[in-house]
T-cell receptor, first 114, second 116 residues
Framework: SQTIHQWPATLVQPVGSPLSLECTVEGTSNPNLYWYRQAAGRGLQLLFYSVGIGQISSEVPQNLSASRPQDRQFILSSKKLLLSDSGFYLC?????????????FGPGTRLTVL | DQQVKQNSPSLSVQEGRISILNCDYTNSMFDYFLWYKKYPAEGPTFLISISSIKDKNEDGRFTVFLNKSAKHLSLHIVPSQPGDSAVYFCAASGRAGGTSYGKLTFGQGTILTVHP
């Protein structure tokens, strides 16, 4: 069966510090991978998606970047965090070219920037 | 530009009654719709979906209705249970062009509270 892992679960970082959040998927090959952010009281905003190794598409201009160094690994980074980067970050995967667009989400990372 | 909207931020229902969660969309290219349930500090979990070729899909206590002409869908939960209390997101995707990266556009979510 497929599983998705995210770490860390919670993170408190000072403004201006770097960020690295990691997501890995097990039990599937060549998945689509996604990073979402849920700000307080808001919906899910798609930040990045990837259809393959090294292929990253950004949905919104922002202070963050993403990388996919391996097939089932997706990393969200920032060189200098802003207060507005606080939120709940979710990684998700889906089957490439599936008949449905169901996405499977990880447990999330709660990021607080102080 | 909010292409998927859930205009009710919250809904309160008595246990055993029906919960109706609504969702509107503006993009006529959307042809697949999903509902997700999310508990605090957890990732969303998939509930039910519907393709635009259907107007109803049922799975146990959950039924999704799609009205394409009104660009409106709803999720019915009958009977509602306290364990259903969570945030519910509707999401939409468009595959009519033949290519899809499986991108979903989510609504803002509705907080459902089911009282015992």
């Amino acid at each position: 069966s497929q599983t998705i892992h995210q770490w860390p679960a919670t993170l408190v970082q000072p403004v201006g510090s770097p960020l690295s959040l990691e997501c890995t998927v097990e039990g599937t090959s060549n998945p689509n991978l996604y990073w979402y952010r849920q700000a307080a009281g808001r919906g899910l905003q798609l930040l990045f998606y990837s259809v393959g190794i090294g292929q990253i598409s950004s949905e919104v201009p922002q202070n963050l970047s993403a990388s996919r160094p391996q097939d089932r690994q997706f990393i969200l980074s920032s060189k200098k965090l802003l207060l507005s980067d606080s939120g709940f970050y979710l990684c998700a995967w889906s089957v490439l070219a599936a008949s449905t667009d169901e996405q499977f989400f990880g447990p999330g990372t709660r990021l607080t920037v102080l | 530009d909010q292409q998927v909207k859930q205009n009710s931020p919250s809904l309160s229902v008595q246990e055993g009654r029906i919960s109706i969660l609504n969702c509107d969309y503006t993009n006529s290219m959307f042809d697949y719709f999903l509902w997700y349930k999310k508990y605090p500090a957890e990732g969303p979990t998939f509930l039910i979906s519907i393709s635009s070729i259907k107007d109803k899909n049922e799975d146990g206590r959950f039924t999704v209705f799609l009205n394409k002409s009104a660009k409106h869908l709803s999720l019915h939960i009958v009977p509602s249970q306290p364990g259903d209390s969570a945030v519910y997101f509707c999401a939409a995707s468009g595959r009519a062009g033949g290519t899809s990266y499986g991108k979903l556009t989510f609504g803002q979510g509705t907080i459902l509270t089911v009282h015992p």
